[in-house]
T-cell receptor, first 120, second 109 residues
């Protein structure tokens, strides 16, 4: 296990097309997070899963965005009818909820390399 | 509202000089503060967190609740410290991180 992996690493698409990204977390990490990072900004939270349950969604996640984690392992993030404003780096992170305690309940989030989306 | 502010986009210093990367936050509760680092062509990784009070790679950060700050410091910068540094805040339930806009540290020989 070499860490969180994301596929594809780069995606160029035309406006209006649908795209899907995949994230494979570290084995046995039951929390999985999606963030979006635009140029000159820090990562912004989109959503997170505890096992297969999606527990929180940011208001950044419009109706065109959907995320799934059907078996509590890998996750997919789909963007429908892409817009130029969707161009960004999409980051995935995972964390355990046991055995990785750093203090007072926080478990370190391990980040993937990201998928860079360019909408033309 | 939860917010993290890093006022400097770029900090350029010479090797051996002291470094201080500024971070201020706003949060209506007891915050958990972190520093993440991203070296060139590498993924984002945790550098240190306030609760552990550790020194990692010579870096330290003290949480000042009165000034709502969590500045990152190192007494003698090294060239290998050149990277992008993000200050981040975690909400009470640790479900997500709120990041600042980042500061690029450039250490010249």
């Amino acid at each position: 296990d070499t860490g969180v992996s994301q596929d594809p690493r780069h995606k160029i698409t035309k406006r209006g097309q649908n795209v899907t990204f995949r994230c494979d977390p570290i084995s046995e990490h039951n929390r999985l997070y999606w963030y979006r990072q635009t140029l000159g900004q820090g990562p912004e939270f989109l959503t997170y899963f505890q096992n297969e349950a999606q527990l929180e969604k940011s208001r950044l996640l419009s109706d065109r965005f959907s995320a799934e984690r059907p078996k509590g392992s890998f996750s997919t993030l789909e963007i429908q009818r892409t817009e130029q404003g969707d161009s960004a780096m999409y980051l995935c992170a995972s964390s355990p909820t046991a055995g990785g305690l750093l203090g007072q309940g926080f478990y370190e989030q391990y980040f993937g390399p990201g998928t860079r989306l360019t909408v033309t | 509202a939860q917010r993290v502010t890093q006022p400097e986009k770029l900090l350029s210093v010479f090797k051996g000089a002291p470094v201080e990367l500024k971070c201020n936050y706003s949060y209506s509760g007891s915050p958990e503060l972190f520093w993440y680092v991203q070296y060139s062509r590498q993924r984002l990784q945790l550098l240190l967190r306030h609760i552990s009070r550790e020194s990692i790679k010579g870096f330290t950060a003290d949480l000042n609740k009165g000034e709502t700050s969590f500045h990152l410091k190192k007494p003698f910068a090294q060239e290998e410290d050149s990277a992008m540094y993000y200050c981040a805040l975690s909400n009470t339930g640790f479900q997500k991180l709120v990041f600042g806009t980042g500061t690029r540290l450039l250490v010249s020989p």
